[in-house]
């Protein structure tokens, strides 16, 4: 039970990751790219409404996996959930703190914002400020409201995944800037041409599956700072104009998040390996099932979901 409880919590953050933009820094990382390289600008509800089904395709498939592969012997959770629900209580005597309260609130602004920033603030300001800028405003309004002061921020944040992935992305920019994500991405489309596959869907399941075999070997971050400006160009050399750099920009970031199988992966893998209750060989009782599994839901997403909504289901919003 412990062993299959942990693990879901790894697995379940690299799945829900990709529903929007503030899920993982690789949404974030694809968007960017795609403005930089292409002048395309992806909306926080826009990466919502085309991912947020991938979500729900391959929650209950992941479920049935975890539970196969890791079968509990205790099923009845309501003595565990007792006691949860018992230290809960101890937090503020039951009822809400003015802090529980402002940071609740802050965020929800910060959604709001994120959600309309490509348009009724947009409308209303005549500033496109971006998701980064905003998400700063709302750390200044944490340390403003005294939820948290400076030396939280310097001390229990993680600088150094900060600075990881800044140079991850100064990496994939060099890529760009020196023409080599071009290179790359002619060599690859010249070696998978006998196949048939450089068009439209293949093409798309090209990226994906170079993306998450990289993401096994480094976190997925990185990897899709790597991978995604030759995914980009993949797609900028094939179909000229945007039409499809959205959707590969949106499959890079998602399948970069199918590191299941290694402890290195992600974050989270690390993170729950070091509560004690894992060996490396339990990621891979699952992450192979899922690997492939996610990637034919991510096939079938695209092929149908976001085929039906086309390029102009963007634009709508």
């Given at each position: 039970l412990a062993k299959m409880l942990m693990i879901t919590i790894a697995m379940a953050c690299n799945l829900g990751g990709s529903l929007a933009p503030?899920?993982?820094a690789r949404n974030?990382?694809?968007?960017?790219?795609?403005?930089?390289?292409?002048?395309?600008s992806i909306g926080f509800a826009q990466w919502c409404i085309y991912c947020v089904p991938f979500l729900l395709w391959l929650m209950p498939i992941t479920w049935f996996v975890l539970n196969r592969r890791f079968k509990p012997t205790i099923?009845?959770?309501?003595?565990?959930l007792a006691v949860v629900?018992?230290?809960?209580?101890?937090?503020?005597?039951?009822?809400?703190?003015?802090?529980?309260?402002?940071?609740?609130?802050?965020?929800?602004?910060?959604?709001?914002?994120?959600?309309?920033?490509?348009?009724?603030?947009?409308?209303?300001?005549?500033?496109r400020f971006g998701i980064g800028v905003l998400a700063v405003m709302g750390a200044l309004a944490y340390i403003l409201s005294g939820?948290?002061?400076?030396?939280?921020?310097?001390?229990?944040?993680?600088?150094?995944?900060?600075?990881?992935?800044?140079g991850a992305i100064i990496f994939g920019r060099v890529l760009v800037d020196t023409g080599g994500a071009y290179w790359i991405a002619r060599s690859l489309l010249l070696l998978v041409e006998p196949l048939g596959i450089t068009q439209g869907i293949g093409l798309l399941l090209t990226g994906?599956?170079?993306?998450?075999?990289?993401?096994?070997?480094?976190?997925?971050?990185?990897?899709?700072?790597?991978?995604?400006?030759?995914?980009?160009?993949m797609a900028g050399i094939v179909h000229p104009g945007t039409t499809m750099i959205p959707f590969m920009a949106m499959a890079t970031s998602v399948?970069?998040?199918?590191?299941?199988?290694?402890?290195?992966?992600?974050?989270?893998?690390?993170?729950?390996?070091?509560?004690?209750?894992?060996?490396?060989?339990?990621?891979?009782?699952?992450?192979?099932?899922?690997?492939?599994?996610?990637m034919v839901g991510l096939a079938l997403l695209a092929s149908i979901y976001w085929r039906w909504l086309g390029w102009a289901g963007l634009q709508a919003f």
């Open positions: 503030s899920g993982a974030l990382i694809m968007m960017g790219y795609a403005e930089d390289m292409f002048g395309l099923t009845d959770l309501g003595s565990a629900k018992e230290e809960t209580g101890k937090i503020g005597g039951g009822k809400w703190t003015r802090d529980q309260k402002l940071a609740i609130t802050i965020f929800a602004i910060m959604l709001f914002t994120w959600i309309t920033e490509n348009n009724l603030l947009l409308q209303l300001t005549g500033v939820v948290v002061n400076w030396r939280d921020y310097q001390t229990k944040v993680d600088w150094g995944v900060v600075w990881l992935y800044a994906n599956v170079i993306t998450g075999l990289l993401t096994q070997l480094m976190a997925d971050g990185p990897a899709c700072a790597a991978v995604g400006p030759v995914t980009l160009a399948a970069s998040s199918f590191a299941y199988c290694l402890v290195i992966g992600t974050p989270p893998n690390a993170i729950v390996y070091a509560s004690g209750y894992l060996v490396a060989k339990d990621y891979l009782r699952v992450g192979i099932i899922l690997w492939v599994t996610n």
